[in-house]
């Protein structure tokens, strides 16, 4: 079988290394509309690539935890 139709590997949330602003939200319990303000803001450690924000786990449950300055 060819690598062009194997099927995509499906990655656990425990190998996942971002969380989406959707997933934060919900952590959160905020509106969708109050993360992207903190993100865009920087009180939300992440990147934007793109058109997408990409929130590292590591460094979220890190300033999440209280550890981040």
Request: hydrophobic fraction near 40%.
């Amino acid at each position: 079988m060819s690598s062009l139709t194997r099927e995509p590997e499906v990655m656990s949330d425990d190998d996942r290394r971002a969380y989406t602003p959707e997933e934060v939200a919900r952590m959160l319990g905020l509106h969708l509309n109050s993360v992207y303000a903190m993100l865009k803001s920087g009180e939300i450690p992440a990147v934007r690539g793109g058109r997408k924000w990409l929130i590292s786990k590591r460094r979220f449950d890190a300033w999440f935890d209280g550890e981040a300055r």
